[in-house]
Nanobody
Framework: QVQLVESGGRLVQAGGSLRLDCAAS????????MGWFRQAPGKEREFVAA????????SYAASVRGRFTISRDNSKNTVYLEMNSLKVEDTAVYYC?????????????????WGQGTQVTVSS
């Protein structure tokens, strides 16, 4: 079965950096667009970043553009989220997701598979 496993979340100070990894199995990874979403306590799950199947196209939420970078390595079935200049408001559980359609989607409902999430906590 399809599995998406996130890792790399931890406690970090504001202004710091962190890289999240999402390892995929059970699917033809290069056929899927991949996305990162996050959910803070009491809030809806929101789009963070997405990449096309090749990595050639990306999309970012306005709140993270210029600070976060999404990338993928199809040879390792892994998608990454590099996060810099972290802010307290970036604190959330971060989820990766796989979308079998051909384009990039920023909409949660477009994604077919989800990981269990990894906690990122940014302290002031």
């Amino acid at each position: 079965q399809v599995q998406l496993v996130e890792s790399g979340g931890r406690l970090v100070q504001a202004g710091g950096s962190l890289r999240l990894d999402c390892a995929a199995s059970g699917l033809t990874f290069s056929n899927y667009a991949m996305g990162w979403f996050r959910q803070a306590p009491g809030k809806e799950r929101e789009f963070v970043a997405a990449t096309s199947w090749s990595g050639g196209s990306t999309s970012y939420a306005a709140s993270v553009r210029g600070r976060f970078t999404i990338s993928r390595d199809n040879s390792k079935n892994t998608v990454y989220l590099e996060m810099n200049s972290l802010k307290v408001e970036d604190t959330a559980v971060y989820y990766c997701a796989a979308d079998r359609t051909s384009g990039i989607s920023t909409t949660r409902d477009e994604y077919d598979y989800w990981g269990q999430g990894t906690q990122v906590t940014v302290s002031s």
